[in-house]
Structures are given as structure tokens and as C-alpha cells.
């Protein structure tokens, strides 16, 4: 356990995903055990060899941000914007309003592609039309940290400010990395999350020939099916998720809601290829034992883990090896294991945050998200991976892994909020 | 093409194109003090006159803008 004085809490959440515009939305959608995957409506598919992805429908950033504002954000940061929002509204937080707190409260967001729609655009103009047509706002809509930057404007957060690129682990690493900031008392209110939107013909045609994505185009909602046997790759989906993390003293002093503590935090690399896990997973193992001595737990005591769980034949075996490794066979074999992206698809540099998210919710509400699509078992993913339909649970402890190109493991341990 | 029919589609495209408020735009407003509109919110405005009247306007000359007034002068000298 951390000492009394530096602990961090989480007081606010906030997300807009392929299965809705507000957490509660998605958290529905999730334990009915819905899928937000379908086909792509972006853009015309006919040039890359996905057709399918987890768009965001139907949510008009003007409805968070005024039109002049909003024109010159890539739509990643509109999404982390509008998550950003939900969450300062949930935990009560107005720093525009008071501003005696603004320079201890601070802004960390996870992204792993930047502004690639921008870019996208920006890019096909300089090849029509001359470099000289490129908009003037292009570079500040690409940058990955414009989201931070944005996000510290408009909410007055003055405090440590930054950006975290690690792939699709980024998000993991924000919200440990802010709650670091909070137990090292640089900070008392922390922001932290990530977003994610790169369905555009490069992102998609990318991600092809780097031979990550399902190419199930004759059944897209079936497409994401982690610890399945006939998995295929993962779902590229778009979206953004936030959580205020908050000083336990300052936030019990006035009285805010807490979902959970964050208690322990784990980061280890790879050092082996920059797409491939390690084989037998000894890195992501590393991680989840480094979170577990964070949070002074035994491996029995987590009663519930979000997997990163992709659907790619390599993650998904290597995870389970990991999960077995770090917590022995008989703890392994107990903790229900669920792959929440079989529903959301990949968020990427959103994915940490979206899933810390469901974890801090499975311990306030008792249920466990399942994870779908999953009929034919894989000999080599043999845990309890909640197939299919949401179960009740009691849950104290709960986990979620983040991994990334580049061979980032990231590990997040949520503890009760009454401990 | 006359000045009013200029200071019109330059009010056209500071509304839709930059979200202006149309009742603050005449030709004495300043871009950066009245209307709010930053350097790069100027460039903006600038490749969307280039756009709309097929003019050019080169950087060296865009730099001197600072008003309505001056940006629909410019389009109109361009016009010739």
C-alpha cells in the first residue's frame, strides 16, 4: 500500500467510442455484449484490404466544442476534448471557473498516431495542389500533443502538462505516469487519457501491410474475437477516454464520488522486435509482476483482468503465456480474463485509458464485461476468458494491460475506493 | 466584380469558414484585436480569397493585412 499522504484516486471518467457518445452508453452496450464494429463509412475502402473498423457515428464535436475551435482540431483531439469534458463534468472539476487550483492541476494524454487524418488530408493537398496549399493549421493538428495542449487551454490546467507516444500502450502510460506526477506532489489533479482516429486510407492501408488488422470483411462484427481460435488481427477503431485522477486527501476533503485508487503501476520493454511480443511473453509478465509489488498485492487477490487482448494470433497467446507466468498456473487459471475489445475494437493510443475505465466499472457495478465472439477455443489461450455474456462478480482488485509497437508493456492495478 | 459584392463574400467566408460572428464584421475591424482571428487564422482567410477570387496573393504582401478593409482592398488591386 502506498503511504496515507500521496494517495490517487479516480474522480471523474469520460469517453466517446464506437458503442457511444458518454461512458454510460458504452458500459451498457459492453455488458449486453454488443459490438460497435461495422463498415467503414469514412472513407471509400476500395483501395485497402480492411473494409470494416469501430467508427465513432454520429457525435458532432460542435456539440462540445464552438465551431471556430473545433475546425482546428484533428478529430483525435476533438475526441480526447469531448471525453476530456465528460470527465471534468462527472468529477465536478471547473478550473476555468476556480482558479485557485489551476497550477496544480495538470494534463497527460496518450496517442499513438498523432493527427494521421490531418496528415492524411494535409498530405493529399500538397500532392495536388503544391506545398503551398498546405493549411496553415497543420502542423498544430498533427502534432501528438495537441490534445495536452488543447486541453490545458481550455480547461486552465496549468500544471505538468505532456504527452505520452508509446503506441497502444500510450493511454496506460498516461494515467500512470499522471498518478505518479499526483504521488510525487507535483500535481493534485490530473487529467489523463487518450484518443485515437486514424481511419483514413493510410492508417487502414498501414496497418495492412503491417499485417496487424482482420481482413474478416464478410462479417465485421464477428471480426474482433480475441483468445478465439479462428482470430484473425485486430479491429482499428477511432474514440477518445479520460479519468481525473485526484489526491485521495483533496478528494475525499470535498466530498467527490471515487470510482477506485489507482494502486499499482507496472512499464517494462520488450527489447525484442518492434511489432512481435517476446515469445513466452516474459516482458508483459514483468509488467504485471512490477504492477503487483506496486500495489503490495498477491497474484490471488486481482479479481479481474482486462486483457490487451487484440485478436492477433501473436498477442493473444503470449498474453495468456504472460498472464500465467506472472501470476502462477493456480491464480491464473482462477482470475476471469475478458478482451473488452472484441466489442470496441482497438482504440490504440485510446485503449489504456477506455479499459481502465471498465476495470474501475466492473468493481463499482459487480459485472464483467465478456468477451464476445469467442466459439472455437484456442488449445493455447486456456484461461477463463468470460465468454460470450457479462457475469456477476465481486470485484476489489482489478488489471488492465496495455501493449505496444515497439514493445511496450504497460500494467494498471485499480483498487476499491473505500480501502 | 465590385466592392460590395468583395466585402460580401468576404463576410461569407469569415462566417462559414472561420465560424466569425457576422455582426462583428465590417471593414474597420481589426483581425486581430476585434475579430479575434490569430496569424494563422489570417493565412487561413487568405487561401480561401485565393480560392474563391483565383488571385494570388503573395506572403510578403499578406504579412501587411491587419483589417477587413485592407484584405478586401488587396482582392480588389488583385482583381485588377
Known sequence: MRPEDRRVVVTGIGAITPLGHTVRETWEALLAGRSGIGPITQFDPVNVATSFAGEVRGWDPESVIIKREARRLDRSAQLFIGAAQQALDDAGLDFVEDESDSDRAGVIVGSGLGGMLSFDTQLKVMISRGARRISPLAVTMIIPNEAAG?????????????????????????????????????????????????????????????????????????????????????????????????????????????????????????????????????????????????????????????????????????????????????????????????????????????????????????????????????????LDYVPNEAREARVEYSMTNSFGFGGHNVSLIFGPADA | MDRSQVQSKMQDLLVDELGL???????????????????????????ALEDEFGVRIPDEEAENITSVGEAVNLVIAKLG
Do not use: W
Open chain 1, 150 to 382: 488543447v486541453a490545458s487551454i481550455r480547461f486552465n490546467m496549468r500544471g505538468p502538462v505532456t504527452c505520452v507516444v508509446t503506441a497502444c500502450a500510450a493511454s496506460a502510460n498516461a494515467i500512470g505516469d499522471a498518478a505518479e506526477i499526483i504521488r510525487r506532489g507535483a500535481a493534485d489533479v490530473m487529467l489523463a487519457g487518450g484518443a485515437e482516429a486514424t481511419i483514413c486510407e493510410f492508417g487502414i492501408g498501414a496497418f495492412n501491410r503491417s499485417r496487424a488488422l482482420s481482413t474478416r470483411n464478410d462479417d465485421p462484427r464477428r471480426a474482433s474475437r480475441p483468445f478465439d481460435l479462428n482470430r484473425d488481427g485486430f479491429v482499428m477503431s477511432e474514440g477518445g477516454a479520460c479519468v481525473i485522477l485526484e489526491d485521495r486527501k483533496r478528494a475525499l476533503a470535498r466530498g467527490a464520488r471515487v470510482y477506485g485508487e489507482v494502486v499499482g503501476y507496472g512499464m517494462t520493454s520488450d527489447a525484442y522486435h518492434v511489432t512481435l511480443p517476446r515469445p513466452g511473453g516474459s516482458g508483459a509478465a514483468k509488467s504485471m509482476k512490477a504492477a503487483l509489488e506496486d500495489a503490495g498485492l498477491n497474484p490471488g487477490q486481482l479479481d479481474y483482468i482486462n486483457a490487451h487482448g487484440t485478436s492477433t494470433k501473436a498477442n493473444d497467446v503470449t498474453e495468456t503465456m504472460a498472464i500465467k507466468h506472472a501470476l502462477g498456473e493456480n491464480a491464473a487459471r482462477s482470475v476471469p480474463v475478458s478482451s473488452t475489445k472484441s466489442m470496441t475494437g482497438h482504440l490504440m493510443g485510446g485503449a489504456g485509458a477506455i479499459e481502465s475505465i471498465f476495470c474501475l466499472l466492473a468493481m463499482v457495478s459487480g459485472v464483467l464485461p465478456p468477451t464476445i465472439n469467442y466459439e472455437t477455443p484456442d488449445p493455447d489461450c486456456d
Open chain 2, 21 to 47: 460572428d457576422a455582426s462583428k464584421i465590417n471593414d474597420s475591424a481589426t483581425f486581430e484585436e476585434d475579430l479575434e482571428v490569430d496569424s494563422l487564422g489570417v493565412v487561413e482567410l487568405l487561401m
